[in-house]
């Protein structure tokens, strides 16, 4: 029953600076949380297929076992968010659910946490810069059954919206292409951005190394290259972080599990 405007997490981004769907919801975080919990008040209809979850229907005689909801600052307003992360078992996976204070209570993010041993690390709040808002990052495999992508997403809270705002690959490894083996590391330094990309052929050969600087942009609300920052915080000739005060970041992040499909 998970619609398919949610399955895009299986799958790729929407892109970098595209905004998630919001949906008014009728009940409170509290009461979604108690209703898939105990399944008693069942939750409005509407909200039902807002989730998209069987383990909601009236009919379903499933309970959920492994629930949690949390509150977190993702924006400046004094209403904090509510990330409500569930088991699904009637769809084999793990759903999490971010929810904004209007006027009322809105569904502002799916998330399937595919493949992810734990759903609440699938998503988490990172300060990254000390110029930039909390963002969310989202964690999921995005590969095939012999694929792994392991991708994490990141999104800003921008009047009552989710913007993606950034994007890293933890670890891609196909046996069908040429380029076998690929890998980002993220460091963070008071202003700036500085994401590594390591790619091996086949065989693990000999690494090809990347370095990118990246600067948040207020205006545009998302992560844009930094060009001018590019001999300060990289080397040219080997590819490689050299500014000392960049610090490694938790993104992007890798399972300490692969669950399978």
Sequence with gaps: MIRLVLLWMLFAGLGRGAELDVVAMK???DQLFNSLKDHSPLMPEADCRALGLWECMATNKTRIEDISLRWV????DAELEAILATEAKDEWTRMVFVFDKQVQWNLIGSFNCRRWQSMNT???VHQLLHSAPPFLAVHCDIGGSDTSIFTSYVYGLQNGRLKEVAEFTGQSESPYVK???RRQVVFSSEDRLVVETIDQGAARGP??????????DAKGFLFVASPE???KFCD???GRRVYIGA????LPAYPSERLSP
């Design 236 to 238: 040219a000739k080997t």
């Design 207 to 216: 690494e090809l190394r990347k370095c990118e600087v990246q600067r948040w």
């Design 73 to 76: 600052q993702l924006d400046q």
């Design 229 to 231: 920052d590019q001999a």
């Design 179 to 181: 380029q076998k083996f």
């Design 27 to 29: 009940s409170t975080p």
């Design 247 to 250: 610090y490694p970041t938790t």
């Design 122 to 124: 699938c998503v988490g």
